[in-house]
């Protein structure tokens, strides 16, 4: 599996947007780009998959460059809810490790008034 | 509230004890995870089954055990134990084992095991 790096911490204000990027080098041709939110005592909650370029839903976009070795993760207009722990996870779900996730330490997000 | 169960919610036990850990998916959801988290290991996955089977093994000890039975829930066994087994354990389902490129896995509340 693809080892992923990403940000201890990071601090934001109210209403900013913020950007978390994750490094794969090592990512593999079918890996999946996939992350996770999670509220202290609360299991992790899917927040965004993709494989490249771009996606985007209601909570947050995606951006996987071309050559796939990173990734980030766009909050828009955060919020003292948006305060958790992110990870990002690489992986794929379709191949020997039949979806099961690798979660490192995250990024403590922590957003203030 | 993602619709996946787990009982207790608490569980406070001496070392050397046996404990039963219970997982209900979401309804139609085939497969089950486990994960522990504790707080010098972060989130580990466990284990996992898909339809009564086990798929795919991670950091799981030999004491910890687990099983899926033909109702879909999940039951894991932890034996043995001692106190650095104390962590929150969590309970994941997804649609899908294997096959799909889209495989979201929800999770349940979690179930606080804290051995003294």
């Known amino acids: 599996l693809a080892k992923t790096t990403q940000p201890i911490s990071m601090d934001s204000y109210e209403g900013q947007e913020v950007n978390i990027t994750c490094s794969h080098n090592?990512?593999?041709?079918?890996?999946?780009i996939t992350w996770y939110q999670q509220f202290p005592s609360q299991g992790p909650r899917f927040i965004i998959q993709g494989y490249k370029t771009k996606v985007t839903n209601e909570v947050a976009s995606l951006f996987i460059p071309a050559d796939r070795k990173s990734s980030t993760l766009s909050l828009p207009r955060v919020s003292l809810s948006d305060t958790a722990v992110y990870y990002c996870l690489v992986g794929d779900p379709r191949g020997s490790t039949l979806g099961r996730l690798y979660f490192g330490r995250g990024t403590q997000l922590t957003v203030w008034p | 509230d993602s619709g996946v169960t787990q009982t207790p919610k608490h569980l406070i036990t001496a070392t050397g004890q046996r404990v039963t850990l219970r997982c209900s998916p979401r309804?139609?959801?085939?497969?089950v995870y486990w994960y522990q988290q504790s707080l010098d290991q972060g989130l580990q996955f466990l284990i996992q089954?898909?339809?009564?089977?086990?798929?795919a093994k991670g950091n799981i000890l030999e004491r910890f055990s687990a099983q899926q039975f033909p109702d879909l829930h999940s039951e894991l066994n932890l034996s043995s134990l001692e106190l650095g087994d104390s962590a929150l354990y969590f309970c994941?389902?997804?649609?899908?084992?294997?096959?799909?490129?889209?495989?979201?896995?929800?999770f349940g509340p979690g179930t606080r095991l804290t051995v003294l």
């Open positions: 309804s139609g959801d085939l497969s």
């Open positions: 994941a389902s997804s649609v899908q084992g294997s096959g799909s490129s889209y495989n979201e896995q929800f």
């Open positions: 090592n990512i593999a041709t079918n890996d999946y």
């Open positions: 089954y898909y339809n009564g089977e086990e798929r």
